[in-house]
């Protein structure tokens, strides 16, 4: 998984913001899928809630986010991931987690797809 410090630098050499992010969820992702001991969940929950490279570039000014809607919908993967995710940490219930990686590979899907339409409104 991308620490904070490695969404930083990465940041600060100019890396894609998307391809970033994606980086981000496929750690996450992996984490996840290879976790041994649900006492070990904790540091792949704060991960998942851990701001990323589009909250380093629009900080204080998320409606102009180009994933300010993938980060507040209610109803969106990203927060049914984190519901899951907590969801999965109180029960420790096996398919809770199958569900989870299953949102988190919809999310990278969506996150690809976002990146795709952002590259063709710039060009």
């Given at each position: 998984?991308?620490t ?25 992702k992996?984490?996840?899928?290879s ?6 969940l904790?540091p792949?929950?704060k991960s998942?809630r ?15 986010c ?7 919908d209610p ?5 049914t ?5 907590y969801l ?13 990686l299953?949102?988190?590979e919809?999310?990278?899907e969506?996150?690809?797809e976002?990146?795709?339409e952002?590259?063709?409104?710039l060009?």
């Open positions: 998984m991308l904070l410090q490695e969404i930083v630098s990465k940041y600060r050499r100019g890396e894609n913001l998307f391809d970033i992010t994606i980086e981000k969820w496929k750690g996450i992996d984490s996840l899928r976790l041994e001991e649900l006492s070990d904790g792949i929950i998942v851990m701001g990323g490279a589009f909250c380093l570039d629009y900080q204080e000014n998320c409606l102009i180009p994933l300010e809607s993938v980060c507040k109803q969106g993967t990203y927060q991931i984190v519901k899951l995710m999965y940490a109180s029960s420790g219930q096996t398919e809770l987690k199958d569900q989870t299953k949102y988190i919809k999310f990278l969506e996150l690809t976002y990146k795709e952002f590259q063709q409104r060009h």
